[in-house]
């Protein structure tokens, strides 16, 4: 199911439902998009494998199409060819979503000079683009902020360089990694980096293009620019944060299930908060059972970046525990003001309040249905989950939210047994 041009708002309408089955899990939407963004430095053709259809992934498409990339899309591949032309990208593209920001550097590498919008996405906080120019900057590049638009140019720098980021941004590490690897003969230390598992997937689609990287999954990563990136074919890793959002719906609902085409690795703070709850999880290769039929217990978490409990997972844990015997807190250490679904749940029953970043949940009996509306792409995906779990019926609305970020969301949730109605 997708979305493309001219969205209209829908909305959906679902009833309580116990999901039980096996759910496969798509490409890592956060993964394919810097990689997206870095095809730009590739000469030749490149071949993108294992690709979610999504709202975000087509925006990042026709950003490489406007500044003259041919690009076709189909069966989960993207097929990249042809030369970057354009040095503008458009305002309409990057409002839609904040990865859009990780082209500037590329572009600039490859004409020289650039024009980005200041990006948009999803209203969980501000989240500045702070670190990405200062990393720019230390790279040798020439920014100037008028109106809304970033204006770049290349100029010399040294021949190291050390960005110590002031906070692990996975954006700011992903755009200063992909920029610095055709910085020739500039070799570049990023500290204090992001750890997540997408930064190590970019690095690794980097590295097979001819980039010598390493260190992603660390705090500390090491660049040795190159002359030139070849092109060839790469496969997505999958993604943690839909296998999360499955898994918690799953034992949300008191179902069992399979979640399959997974890093188990890649979730083992989910995994330990599951069990510490009352879940029972079995880890496989690439797969994890999830049965959520005992009663669920209270338990504190501390949301951080990785490898702490992810923050895109942050509203899902808290339906979770919305039922759990006892009372819960959650700290969220990322995003501080990322609680826009706390009145939303509240409305469907749940006993939340929020104080100084921290979300104090006592468990309640359950939940009843209500309307309700989405306000970010993770949030949206929690107040699906509530509606699974709630008495009645649930409507909730602004639908183009989750389509961002979870494909075929319907017929993934249907096929373990979800009553969901996408009306538009």
């Given at each position: 199911?997708?979305?493309?041009e001219?969205?209209?708002?829908?909305?959906f309408?679902?009833?309580?439902?116990?999901?039980?089955?096996e759910?496969?899990?798509?490409?890592?939407?956060?993964a394919?998009?810097?990689?997206?963004?870095?095809?730009?430095?590739?000469?030749d053709g490149l071949?993108?494998?294992?690709?979610p259809?999504?709202?975000?992934?087509?925006t990042?498409?026709?950003?490489?199409k406007?500044?003259?990339k041919?690009?076709?899309?189909e069966?989960n591949?993207?097929?990249?060819?042809?030369?970057?032309?354009?040095?503008?990208?458009?305002?309409?593209?990057?409002r839609?979503?904040?990865a859009?920001?990780?082209?500037?550097?590329?572009?600039?590498?490859?004409?020289?000079?650039?024009?980005?919008s200041?990006?948009?996405?999803c209203?969980?906080?501000?989240?500045?683009?702070?670190?990405?120019?200062?990393?720019?900057k230390?790279?040798?590049?020439?920014?100037d902020?008028?109106?809304?638009?970033?204006?770049?140019?290349?100029?010399?720098?040294e021949?190291e360089?050390?960005?110590?980021?002031?906070?692990?941004s996975?954006g700011?590490?992903?755009?200063l990694?992909?920029?610095?690897?055709?910085l020739?003969?500039?070799?570049?230390?990023?500290?204090?980096?992001?750890?997540?598992?997408e930064?190590?997937d970019?690095?690794?689609?980097?590295?097979?293009?001819?980039?010598?990287?390493?260190?992603?999954?660390?705090?500390?990563?090491?660049?040795?620019?190159?002359?030139?990136l070849?092109g060839?074919?790469?496969?997505?890793?999958?993604?943690?944060?839909?296998?999360?959002?499955y898994?918690l719906?799953?034992?949300?609902?008191?179902?069992?299930?399979?979640?399959k085409?997974?890093?188990?690795?890649?979730?083992?703070?989910?995994w330990?908060?599951?069990?510490?709850t009352?879940?029972?999880?079995?880890?496989?290769?690439?797969?994890?059972y999830?049965?959520?039929?005992?009663k669920?217990?209270?338990?504190?978490?501390n949301?951080?970046?990785?490898?702490?409990?992810?923050t895109?997972?942050?509203?899902?844990?808290?339906?979770?525990?919305?039922?759990?015997h006892?009372?819960?807190?959650?700290?969220e250490?990322?995003?501080k003001?990322?609680?826009?679904?706390?009145?939303?749940l509240v409305?469907?029953?749940a006993?939340?309040?929020?104080?100084?970043?921290t979300?104090?949940?006592?468990?309640?009996?359950?939940?009843?249905?209500a309307?309700?509306?989405?306000?970010?792409?993770?949030?949206?995906?929690?107040?699906?989950?509530?509606?699974f779990?709630?008495d009645?019926?649930t409507?909730?609305h602004?639908?183009f939210?989750?389509?961002?970020?979870?494909?075929?969301?319907i017929?993934?949730?249907?096929?373990?047994?979800?009553?969901?109605?996408?009306?538009r």
């Amino acid at each position: 199911m997708l979305i493309n041009e001219g969205i209209k708002l829908g909305y959906f309408i679902l009833e309580k439902s116990h999901l039980n089955g096996e759910v496969k899990i798509s490409g890592a939407k956060n993964a394919a998009l810097p990689i997206l963004a870095a095809s730009l430095l590739v000469d030749d053709g490149l071949e993108i494998k294992n690709v979610p259809d999504l709202l975000d992934v087509r925006t990042m498409i026709e950003i490489l199409k406007t500044i003259g990339k041919s690009v076709k899309f189909e069966n989960n591949i993207v097929k990249i060819s042809g030369d970057v032309k354009n040095k503008v990208v458009p305002y309409d593209l990057v409002r839609k979503m904040r990865a859009s920001f990780n082209v500037l550097g590329p572009l600039v590498l490859k004409l020289g000079e650039g024009q980005v919008s200041l990006p948009g996405g999803c209203a969980i906080g501000v989240r500045p683009v702070d670190f990405h120019i200062m990393g720019l900057k230390k790279l040798g590049f020439e920014i100037d902020i008028e109106h809304g638009e970033v204006f770049a140019k290349k100029e010399n720098c040294e021949k190291e360089v050390i960005i110590n980021l002031p906070f692990p941004s996975v954006g700011a590490t992903e755009h200063l990694m992909t920029t610095a690897s055709l910085l020739n003969g500039v070799k570049v230390t990023i500290e204090n980096a992001a750890m997540e598992p997408e930064v190590v997937d970019l690095q690794n689609f980097l590295n097979k293009m001819g980039a010598i990287i390493t260190g992603a999954g660390t705090r500390k990563i090491f660049i040795k620019g190159v002359k030139k990136l070849r092109g060839g074919s790469y496969t997505v890793v999958p993604d943690r944060i839909e296998a999360g959002t499955y898994a918690l719906s799953i034992a949300a609902t008191f179902g069992e299930g399979l979640v399959k085409n997974i890093v188990p690795e890649h979730l083992e703070v989910l995994w330990e908060v599951l069990k510490e709850t009352g879940t029972d999880v079995k880890i496989f290769d690439k797969s994890v059972y999830v049965n959520g039929k005992n009663k669920k217990k209270a338990i504190n978490i501390n949301v951080q970046p990785y490898p702490g409990f992810p923050t895109d997972l942050q509203p899902q844990i808290m339906v979770y525990l919305s039922v759990a015997h006892g009372t819960s807190m959650i700290i969220e250490n990322v995003f501080k003001n990322r609680f826009h679904h706390v009145d939303e749940l509240v409305r469907m029953g749940a006993k939340i309040k929020v104080i100084d970043g921290t979300a104090i949940i006592e468990g309640v009996e359950k939940l009843s249905g209500a309307k309700v509306e989405g306000t970010d792409l993770r949030a949206t995906a929690a107040l699906i989950i509530a509606g699974f779990m709630a008495d009645g019926v649930t409507e909730v609305h602004n639908d183009f939210h989750v389509l961002r970020g979870y494909e075929n969301i319907i017929p993934k949730f249907e096929g373990i047994g979800g009553k969901i109605k996408h009306l538009r």
